[in-house]
């Protein structure tokens, strides 16, 4: 089994315990009685912490190796995954969850190994396995998620015995870097200690590489509008269309599924035909309209079709834009630049999670995608402005050699 197929299938495996949990976290909460601000700390608690440790995880994987660090974050996941699983205090299971944002280097350091281990022509290919990685983890953790809880157990561990589940998908992945990972990072002692140690401005140096900054300020914005349907998505079902809960699943799983076909097959074959910058500005501009599409959406119809132009947006955008950056990045900066990244990220749901549901309460329910739809366009017209210069490039030649030269 290749390097590449065992990150991926880690990946995989990681966001199954993790999608199992995220639906439930509330609901878990509230059968020990715990107030609204207390649940919106747990929720809070996993991005803000992840938000400061990206960029260190990242910085310490430069410097000394993926494979440790991957050690190092899977442990943490399926200890607070046991933890939330097994406690009743609230004070424990916030530092479980704060445990779980600052091992939370998974997702960074598995695309810095991809770098690693991948020819940068074939980058977006191999991130788009990643993504696709996300969409079945999408679509099959909340599936198992509603199975596990309709199973005939006692009250008591009904919702506690997800978590446990969780901590056991998450035990597996660490089992398998352990096992079957070798690491990625030169071993010739000349990379590693180039890296620069982490600081603040070590930060403020990777943000300035040259592309560097703007690439992740697109893949932000992208985030940060897909953020007002993670957030609102069921709520939205069930306001406009009269959902029940199970339906809402089903449309996560329809979304998550398209995706997947997007980034697991499609993309491999779209990047050398067409080039990452104009996939890049397709994908934002098919999130536009979806986006667009769902404010208007009032029937079952509508709505895959703008659940399809969504999630066609984002399988083509979001790998693309990953791929570049890694493209333009140095060696030696991967997981920096990755951490950086994610910590962006991590930012921009955390915002738009409590931006997409106060509009919904306080507006309408359309309210969320109207601003979603305004962030992309925002974001089509910066990817315009960044990638004008290697549209006219054929897409063989690399664009991210013109993105590079632009400065920030």
């Not at 997702?107 to 079945?136: C, N, W």
């Not at 703007?214 to 069930?238: C, D, H, I, K």
């Not at 659940?307 to 947006?313: C, F, N, P, T």
Request: charged letters at 10%.
């Amino acid at each position: 089994m290749s390097p590449l197929v065992v990150v991926v299938l880690i990946v995989l495996v990681d966001l199954l315990g993790f999608t199992i949990v995220m639906p439930l976290l509330a609901p878990f909460a509230k059968t020990y009685h715990f107030s609204p601000i207390q649940i919106g700390m747990l929720m809070a608690a996993y991005p803000l912490c992840q938000l400061v440790a990206g960029p260190i995880l990242g910085r310490l994987s430069d410097r000394y190796g993926r494979r440790p660090v991957l050690v190092f974050s899977q442990a943490g996941t399926a200890i607070s995954f046991l933890i939330l699983g097994l406690s009743q205090n609230f004070t424990i299971m916030l530092l479980a969850r704060m445990l779980d944002g600052a091992s939370g280097g998974n997702i960074l350091v598995a695309q810095a190994y991809i770098a690693d281990v991948t020819k940068p022509e074939h980058r977006a290919r191999s991130y788009g396995m990643i993504g696709a990685a996300f969409g079945v983890g999408f679509v099959l953790g909340p599936l198992l998620g509603g199975l596990i809880v309709s199973l005939p157990i006692a009250d008591e561990w009904r919702l506690r015995l997800p978590f446990l589940v969780a901590a056991g998908f998450s035990t597996i992945a660490w089992v398998l870097v352990l096992t079957r990972l070798p690491e990625s990072h030169p071993v010739d002692g000349k990379a590693r200690p180039s890296a620069r140690v982490v600081s603040w401005r070590g930060l403020t140096d990777t943000i300035r590489l040259p592309g560097v900054g703007r690439l992740v300020l697109l893949g932000s914005l992208n985030v940060l509008a897909f953020a007002a349907l993670e957030g609102t998505f069921a709520l939205f079902l069930r306001e406009r269309l009269g959902w029940s809960e199970r339906g809402a699943m089903f449309g996560f799983a329809f979304l998550g599924l398209v995706s997947a076909l997007v980034q697991g097959g499609l993309i491999r074959r779209l990047v050398p035909k067409y080039g990452e910058a104009r996939l890049i500005l397709v994908g934002l501009a098919c999130s536009l309209v979806g986006f667009t599409a769902l404010g208007f959406a009032s029937n079952t119809p509508s709505l895959l079709f703008a659940v399809l132009a969504v999630g066609l947006g984002q399988g083509l955008a979001s790998p693309t834009i990953t791929g570049l950056l890694s493209r333009i990045t140095p060696m030696t900066e991967q997981g920096a630049v990755f951490g950086t990244l994610t910590s962006a990220q991590t930012l921009a749901r955390f915002i738009n999670y409590l931006a997409a549901n106060l509009l919904l309460g306080q507006v309408a329910a359309s309210a969320p995608f109207w601003e979603a739809a305004i962030i992309a366009g925002l974001a089509l017209a910066l990817a315009v402005f960044m990638l004008k210069a290697t549209l006219v490039a054929k897409p063989a030649a690399s664009p991210s050699l013109d993105l590079a030269r632009s400065p920030d």
